[in-house]
């Protein structure tokens, strides 16, 4: 029994819709995915209905974007299984609206100094709460401006230093994200702690409790990221997580297909093990 809890669909910033992700999860052989698009629960009440169809469990899970104001970082994380989802509603829209607002100012800047249209633009981020870079940069390829969405002109237009069209937003503090997610009964697990160099942050937050686990698997993780992550799971008694962080086309490297870094029955087991205690706590 294997599979992958970190896919993203058309709900926030891949390419793909909530059942082609399930579908391709299928044929691909995974028992189980979780779609965790960003700050949002959109997924939940359809993805029921597409498990059951084509015989994938399908775990809701949502990827909070936090940030950590000690070391000015953004920071990811996971939450699994919320019992209460509902607590969650107003985080995701604060995150989105300021999103929103963002993406559009980026578009602005963008038709400004290249020629597509909002509807080009629009076309990739209907699906969609907000605009994401993907979809601008989608509409530019679709013009001819860019053979690939990661490169030159997305390094020229949103690099996180020198961007000439970023605009950026404010992400709620880490802090504020976890105990949204303890309120709500949810499984909390740090997202890909090396990719924002947050290894510091998580071994803080490791020593308050206030993680459930550590994504250990995942494509950008280093050998060495792997081992420091897996080493603290196991000092700490946490749960060991792992996925293939899906965008589609919108991937960030060509390793993050689905099923290219999976967990096995184990994990599942204890994930549902933390949920449920969450839910006796609550009788």
Avoid at 118 to 130: L, P, Q
Avoid at 200 to 209: A, F, G, H, I, K
Wanted: proline share 2%.
């Amino acid at each position: 029994m294997k599979g992958d809890l970190h896919c993203h669909t058309k709900l926030s910033d891949s390419s793909e819709g909530i059942e082609d992700v399930i579908a391709l999860a299928k044929r691909i052989g995974l028992d189980f995915i979780s779609l965790t698009d960003h700050d949002t629960m959109a997924s939940f009440s359809r993805s029921r209905v597409l498990a059951d169809r084509y015989g994938v469990n399908v775990i809701p899970g949502v990827e909070f974007s936090a940030y950590d104001e000690v070391r000015n970082r953004k920071v990811h994380i996971l939450c699994y299984l919320p019992l209460k989802p509902d607590r969650l509603e107003g985080l995701c829209i604060r995150a989105n609206e300021s999103r929103k607002r963002a993406g559009n100012e980026m578009a602005k800047l963008v038709m400004k100094k290249y020629p597509i249209t909002a509807e080009s633009i629009t076309k990739y981020s209907s699906s969609s709460n907000c605009i994401y870079k993907q979809h601008i940069m989608r509409a530019l390829f679709d013009a001819g401006y860019t053979t690939s969405i990661y490169g030159e002109l997305f390094q020229e237009l949103f690099n996180r230093e020198t961007g000439s069209c970023l605009v950026s937003y404010r992400y709620p503090n880490v802090y504020e994200v976890l105990s949204a997610i303890h309120e709500a009964g949810g499984v909390t697990v740090m997202a890909h702690p090396s990719v924002y160099r947050s290894m510091e942050l998580l071994r803080e937050l490791t020593d308050q409790n206030l993680l459930n686990g550590i994504e250990v698997y995942h494509p950008r993780n280093t050998e060495e990221d792997r081992a420091a992550c897996l080493a603290l799971a196991e000092e700490r008694g946490l749960l060991v997580t792992g996925g293939s962080d899906f965008h589609g086309m919108y991937s960030s490297t060509n390793r993050s297909y689905i099923g290219s870094e999976v967990v096995h029955r184990d994990a599942l087991d204890q994930l549902f093990k933390i949920s449920n205690r969450y839910k006796e706590s609550t009788r």
